[in-house]
């Protein structure tokens, strides 16, 4: 157990820090709905959409290849000045383009009255992917502290510039209306050349020593993850581009691009109340790159992965119940107007722990050097993704979105666990996994049933107490307190 806890500490330190920050910035999300129109928020979707989908493509797979490779080389310095000086090189090309041809992507998206919104996008882009090996340098050399405050401080920033620019701004009489959104990208880009700036002095502190050969090998090893990552965001990103470009304008509406619009802005803003499973994905990913490329080769390797994946799953289930349990008091996160959304909520919080388990069960191709099956893996679960989305959105609108989003990943998840067991030979606590999975299958529904908090804070209270039993946490926490 000592190294699971060790993964749940860092995982913790990296939550703490993560979903402090995240929460503050979530805070915003009341804000934007209340402050601009359906249509209006539909447009910072959108844009955020795009934004996760290329940064996958700024950062090639050198994050993971960074993991690999520091532990296979002996020059770990190098490692990071290759991969820092190719991420620098590839994003200021970027931005140089993107500023270019602003006024062409504009044109393609709708936006041709806001290009300075897409000038915006590409150079918060270029500064988020150079950023990216940093933060993985910390990672790397279990710096969870300083990644956190770091990662707060960008936040911060960005909250206090979106309360000066939305509240504060038309009060003193310098808001520009037509800008309007835009203030929300321009915190951001501001926040992201603060990072920067905080990154400089360990700039100075490494040895650049920059070797073409390696790159060729951490590109090789990359690749194939960024072609897998691409497949994958498609996944992420394609329900809201769905959303704009297959949707079936009801009859007697005008303005068929603001409804369009609007829809989008109802099914992003619904989206942000599966906040908590989105964040505790993120933080477990952020701990265990550098968790299991450290643990490669240790006689317990597959045991520990095997419980990692079951509690991977308890925890994931519990956040499902925890706010699909009290969604009727969370609901107020946003405006009413944006509560005929609500029914996509289960979908997308079962779909973000899928995409959880995914990942963990990728392992086994990023440690084999076998990333090819992730590309197989993603682009099956891309095609999976279109097809649905191409087939039902016209008839079934932002529902067919969410319901697509969990049969991909499902579908992902077996095709990998099944490919994956000829490497990972793993014992898997089927029977409590089943139980836990039958549990919270059977108390969602009674909750829907009854309809009331008080027994669906007892059925939690069960499933908590189930868990507790069923995993001995009770021995495990006095243990832990006997070796404070």
Not at 77 to 99: C, P, R
Not at 203 to 219: E, G, H, Q, T
Not at 224 to 238: K, R, Y
Not at 314 to 320: Q, R, S, V
């Amino acid at each position: 157990m000592g190294k699971i806890k060790q993964l749940a500490s860092q995982t913790f330190i990296y939550g703490l820090s993560s979903i402090v920050g995240r929460l503050l910035n979530y805070l915003l999300v009341p804000l934007y709905t209340r402050v601009f129109v359906p249509g209006e928020y539909g447009i910072i979707t959108e844009l955020y959409t795009y934004v996760t989908f290329l940064m996958i493509l700024l950062t090639y797979g050198m994050e993971t290849g960074y993991f690999y490779f520091t532990k296979t080389e002996n020059n770990a310095d190098k490692v990071f000045s290759t991969a820092a000086t190719s991420l620098f090189i590839t994003s200021s090309l970027f931005v140089l383009t993107g500023l270019i041809f602003a006024g062409n992507i504009a044109e393609v998206l709708d936006y041709q009255s806001h290009v300075n919104y897409i000038s915006l996008f590409v150079v918060i882009l270029g500064l988020d992917a150079f950023t990216s090996i940093p933060f993985a340098r910390l990672r790397q050399q279990n710096k969870a502290l300083k990644f956190g405050i770091f990662k707060l401080i960008n936040i911060s920033i960005n909250i206090g510039l979106n309360l000066f620019f939305i509240l504060y701004l038309p009060k003193a009489g310098g808001y520009d209306e037509n800008f309007g959104v835009g203030y929300v990208f321009l915190s951001n880009l501001i926040a992201s050349g603060v990072t920067l700036l905080l990154f400089i002095p360990d700039f100075f502190k490494v040895k650049y020593n920059f070797d073409f050969a390696l790159l060729k090998k951490m590109l090789v090893y990359s690749l194939p993850l960024l072609v897998s990552g691409l497949a994958g965001m498609i996944n992420e990103f394609f329900d809201r581009v769905s959303i704009k470009f297959f949707y079936t304008i009801p009859d007697g509406i005008t303005d068929a691009n603001n409804y369009i619009l609007s829809e989008l802005g109802i099914y992003g803003a619904n989206a942000k109340i599966a906040v908590l499973m989105t964040l505790f994905i993120q933080c477990f990913r952020y701990s265990a790159d550098p968790f299991f490329f450290s643990n490669k080769g240790s006689k317990d390797f597959n045991e520990l992965f095997a419980k990692v994946n079951k509690y991977l799953l308890i925890f994931g289930l519990f956040i499902f119940l925890g706010i699909m349990f009290y969604l009727d008091i969370i609901k107020h996160f946003i405006s009413s107007t944006y509560w005929d959304g609500l029914r996509v909520v289960p979908y997308l919080l079962i779909g973000h722990l899928l995409v959880g388990m995914v990942y963990l069960q990728s392992f086994w191709y990023k440690l084999n050097s076998k990333t090819v099956y992730g590309i197989y893996i993603f682009v099956i679960g891309a095609v999976v993704t279109i097809v649905l989305n191409y087939i039902f959105v016209p008839k079934f609108g932002f529902m067919a979105c969410a319901v697509a989003n969990v049969v991909c990943y499902l579908i992902m998840l077996i095709i990998t666990f099944l490919w994956g067991r000829k490497y990972l030979v793993c014992k898997y606590d089927f029977k409590n996994i089943v139980l836990y999975l039958g549990l919270t299958v059977g108390f969602y529904a009674i909750s829907l049933w009854a309809e009331n908090v008080i027994v669906n804070t007892i059925l939690l209270m069960v499933f908590v107490a189930v868990v507790a039993i069923r995993e001995n946490l009770k021995e495990q926490l006095l243990k832990f307190r006997k070796k404070i």
